[in-house]
Nanobody, 125 residues
């Protein structure tokens, strides 16, 4: 059974950087596409970035050039490096395993996808 746990959230000032981690268990991350989503208060959950098993990536337009997704298969971990953070990036960030990593985030999640519990990112001065 796929299981993922996120970490690395916290408080950061606008313009700052933060790295989120997502550790997988119960599966070998090498073979799975992974994704990061976020949900701000009063808003729907949105896809932020995904990475497939060949390290192809996709990003939502609002984070392109600022966020970088990467994977370390040896550590069964996926990262989301966030730079130039904006107030509007504040949200609970979720990791998802076994996704369809393609251009449209609306289609990333399938019936086999597994979610983590989320980690809070607060961007405030």
């Amino acid at each position: 059974q796929l299981h993922v746990v996120e970490s690395g959230g916290g408080l950061v000032q606008p313009g700052g950087s933060m790295r989120l981690s997502c550790v997988g268990s119960g599966f070998t991350l090498d073979y799975y596409a992974m994704a990061w989503f976020r949900q701000a208060p009063g808003k729907e959950r949105e896809g932020v970035s995904c990475i497939n098993s060949r390290e192809g990536t996709h990003y939502v337009d609002s984070v392109k050039g600022r966020f970088t997704i990467s994977r370390d298969n040896a550590k069964n971990t996926v990262y989301l490096q966030m730079t130039s953070l904006k107030v509007e990036d504040a949200a609970v960030y979720y990791c998802a395993a076994s996704v369809e990593c393609m251009g449209n985030p609306d289609y990333w999640i399938n019936e086999d996808s597994a979610w983590g519990q989320g980690t809070q990112v607060t961007v405030s001065s």
